[in-house]
């Protein structure tokens, strides 16, 4: 064999092995690494309110969140309205906590802030699901209510974000 094709076999070889593997990462619970949760999202959502008079809502969302294994963090601050008999305004920031399922997102989020023009607090769970490398739809259902007692109000909601 000649010093010329020794060279380029020897190049192939260094080659294939400093490649790696192509395989599927199945992670800790036997699902695909699917959708990146990690980073910065906004978007938009709108529902309503079923119980009592009924209402409908809509807003705006923003928040970010971190992964470790299957697990995904984060903090969110949700800005809308709630128009019915009467109209107003709710202003939450609210943890979340919850599990990746590929491109599945499942969580529980409770948080503070104002809750029909007074303050109050809210708490409730949601699925996420990634359609596309940034777009994810959303389903919520978060328990409202003040300080001091007991939730007054359930809201349901779907969205459409867009991660970063």
Do not use: C
Not at 80 to 99: Q, V
């Amino acid at each position: 064999m000649s010093a010329g094709r020794k060279f380029v076999v020897a190049l192939a070889m260094i080659a294939a092995t400093a490649v790696p593997a192509a395989a599927q990462d199945y992670g800790p619970y036997g699902y695909g690494s699917g959708f990146d949760w990690d980073g910065f999202y906004a978007g938009v959502y709108g529902g309503g309110v079923p119980t009592g008079g009924g209402s409908w809502s809509a807003g705006v969302f923003t928040g970010v969140n971190v992964s470790v294994d299957s697990a995904v963090f984060g903090v969110e601050a949700q800005l809308g309205g709630d128009f019915g008999a009467t109209s107003s305004m709710d202003a939450l920031i609210m943890g979340k906590g919850g599990l990746s399922l590929g491109e599945a997102l499942v969580y529980g989020t409770a948080g503070t802030g104002f809750v029909q023009g007074s303050f109050g607090y809210a708490f409730g769970a949601g699925a996420e699901y990634a359609f596309t490398n940034s777009m994810t739809a959303r389903g919520e259902a978060l328990g409202l209510g003040a300080w001091g007692g007991g939730p007054s109000d359930m809201r349901l909601a779907v969205g459409l974000a867009f991660h970063l």
